[in-house]
């Protein structure tokens, strides 16, 4: 159902970031996106703090997006928002903000699942970044996910392997806990671990049968580590961080490469395409690019602000279920949990 002039505003509150964004077929016009630093002090993500936070921000952030795209709100031919998975107190901000929204405008409204939009943010209509092929295997590494999927079409993917206990995110920011660096760690492990040995201490890959994942193993395996060293040197961390680093880097990139050389196998599919906060990695980066030459893989890494969590990729699945008339009814409601 595509016009000549498509207009999708996108609405994303899943976690602690408020985004808003235009997207015009396809083509981000704007991105817009508020960061709550409020729960650095905390360690880790404050839900009751992330909504009002975003109760604060939803209306400026949407009002600074229409004005950097340059359109009236009365041009715009839907409204797409995430509808999970996520913290229900920040997504019901965004549902119920889009929702009234798209009411009082009289246009449709398009909900979106956060995982699907990490996906598809490679179908950004974005210059110098090639779109895969169908089928391709998509790896999605986040805070709070950790996936292997088989995506067939647009609509059509399957969870072929995830996380059994921790996200890779998660082990990357409380690895960092473990060695006093503030929130959120991970950045921080992997700015360091370029300057450090990648094998200077070797920890243990976790066994999973599969092609799922564990991380929580390791992150004990770190915590004993770092104990049993400070008792005998109260300075070890200090005088190793960049080695330290390194070496968690290294058994976290390998534990995540293991498993889609095991999926390439089985699947017989090279292409792979990346997403989520973790994919922001320049580790895990550098790493797919050498299998393309090292396996003949075809790689794809997104623009890097499309791998955060942002609303032009929760605008672009917005757009492309547009163009199949799926939209949602006034009754849909917010789901913390939500599968693909």
Not at 163 to 176: F, N, P
Not at 227 to 250: G, M, R, T, W
Not at 288 to 310: H, I, M, Q, S
Request: net charge negative; proline share 4%; glycine share 8%.
């Amino acid at each position: 159902m595509q016009t000549a002039h498509t207009y999708i505003l996108a609405i994303e509150s899943s976690c602690d970031d408020t985004s808003a964004a235009v997207l015009y077929n396809g083509k981000v016009l704007s991105n817009v996106v508020a960061n709550q630093k409020i729960h650095e002090a905390y360690g880790g993500v404050v839900p009751e703090l992330a909504s009002r936070a975003h109760q604060q921000n939803i209306v400026p952030v949407v009002h600074q997006a229409l004005a950097k795209a340059n359109i009236d709100k009365k041009q715009l031919s839907a409204i797409a928002f995430t509808r999970g998975p996520g913290l229900m107190g920040s997504l019901l901000v965004g549902t119920s903000f889009a929702k009234s929204l798209a009411y009082g405008l009289e246009i449709p409204l398009i909900d979106v699942n956060h995982m699907q939009a990490h996906i598809l943010a490679h179908f950004i209509d974005e210059e110098g970044f090639d779109k895969p092929d169908f089928p391709f295997l998509a790896l999605t590494i986040s805070g709070g996910h950790t996936q292997i999927v088989k995506v067939n079409s647009y609509f059509d993917m399957e969870v072929i392997g995830e996380t059994i206990d921790d996200a890779v995110g998660e082990a990357y920011d409380k690895s960092a806990k473990i060695l006093g660096m503030p929130y959120p760690g991970g950045p921080l492990v992997d700015k360091l671990a370029q300057e450090g040995n990648p094998k200077a201490f070797p920890f243990t890959k976790p066994r999973v049968d599969g092609l799922n994942f564990s991380f929580s193993g390791l992150k004990t395996a770190i915590m004993y580590f770092v104990q049993n060293n400070v008792k005998e040197d109260p300075d070890f961390v200090e005088k190793h961080l960049a080695d330290i680093c390194a070496s968690i880097q290294y058994t976290i990139i390998n534990i995540i490469m293991d498993k889609l050389k095991k999926a390439v196998k089985q699947t017989g599919i090279k292409q792979i395409a990346i997403g989520g906060g973790v994919s922001a990695n320049s580790g895990i980066r550098s790493t797919l690019k050498d299998a393309e030459r090292r396996y003949g893989w075809k790689t794809f890494v997104p623009k890097f602000e499309y791998t955060t969590d942002n609303a032009a990729m929760i605008g672009i699945v917005g757009y492309l279920k547009y163009l199949e008339g799926d939209f949602a009814d006034e009754n849909v409601a917010a789901k913390a949990r939500y599968h693909l």
